[in-house]
């Protein structure tokens, strides 16, 4: 009986030492992780903005040549930029001022699938404005999107195919 006692003890002891083992264990790979994931690039607010303004001058061209295909694509790369925003730059008052433009995006969007050119100009006039109401809602003010000029991406065709 005491044989079995000590039998029973050691296999309880040998599962705890072997349980602690695989917590230790466990948790360096959770630090471990952790510590990449602190150390992983993230987009800073400027970057996104950046690509946002490279979205819209495309959007605008695209547009202005009736390539539906393309303004949708780009519209709708606009908005996966501002969902990344909302997403990645939580702690930044900018990004709580974000959705103002989304009814906007959308006006611009049902312009495109109602391939109407003189909704969709009027619609990106709104836009454009509304990306300068928030810059200087959020004291970025000196910071003033326009209506593009001129195509600043001369290896892209805007035209329709």
Known sequence: MKTLLLLTISLILLACNQQAKNTQVL??????????????????????????????????????????????????????????????????????????????????????QQKNPALFKRNFYLLTNTCNDCHRATDFEFNVVQVPDKESFSNQDFKAN
């Open 27 to 112: 948790q360096r790979r959770m630090d471990s992780l952790e510590s990449r994931l602190a150390n992983t690039y993230k987009p800073g607010f400027g970057e996104f903005m950046s690509e946002i303004q490279a979205h819209h001058s495309k959007l605008w061209f695209a547009g202005q040549n009736e390539n539906w295909k393309l303004a949708d694509f780009e519209v709708h790369e606009i908005m996966e930029s501002f969902e990344d925003i909302q997403k990645f730059e939580t702690e930044r008052k900018e990004s709580r001022m974000i959705e103002m433009i989304d009814p906007v995006l959308d006006s611009v969007y049902r312009a495109i």
